[in-house]
């Protein structure tokens, strides 16, 4: 997807089980299509929580620690407080994660099993790229 002649641009290639009949194979593209508007619009950087390097999750939850400082809680609340957060570091990094950018009405998980239970198949996303002019691509 490339909105007109912009300096954004995705792809993202969907996996089903089996051959698709015509019908079926024009909703997966429809499904793809909405899918990289939402890459380009709302810039994942990785596919799914499983796909966020530890280091990165590491480091992410030690920036949260030091931003709750001395809070006077438990060691309890405080740990669900950073787990809190990090859900909402995963929903801004993770396309899986992520509102579906074009109506809001849920995660892009629940389209993807949506769409594959209206179609009778298990739809997976294998990968995206996005690619901004001037840059080079990122792969998740």
């Known amino acids: ?3 007109g002649l912009g300096r954004t641009a995705s792809a993202i290639a969907l996996e089903v089980p089996s051959e698709p009949d015509a019908s079926t194979r024009e909703a997966l593209e429809a499904l793809g ?8 619009a709302a810039g ?27 809070a006077k809680k438990s060691p309890e609340v405080l740990e669900k407080i950073v ?4 859900g909402k570091f995963f929903e801004a990094h993770a396309l899986m994660e992520q509102p579906f950018a ?10 993807i099993a949506q769409v594959g239970k209206e179609l009778g198949m298990t739809i997976r996303i294998s990968g995206f790229v996005r690619y901004n002019l001037g840059e080079t691509s990122s792969d998740a």
């Open 1 to 3: 997807y490339s909105p």
């Open 33 to 40: 299509e909405k899918l990289a508007m939402h890459v380009v």
């Open 44 to 70: 994942p950087s990785y596919l799914d929580r499983a796909s966020v390097p530890a280091e990165k999750v590491d480091a992410e939850r030690e920036v949260i620690r030091a931003q709750l400082g001395d």
């Open 83 to 86: 787990e809190g957060k990090l």
């Open 102 to 111: 074009l109506d809001n009405t849920g995660k892009v998980s629940k389209l």
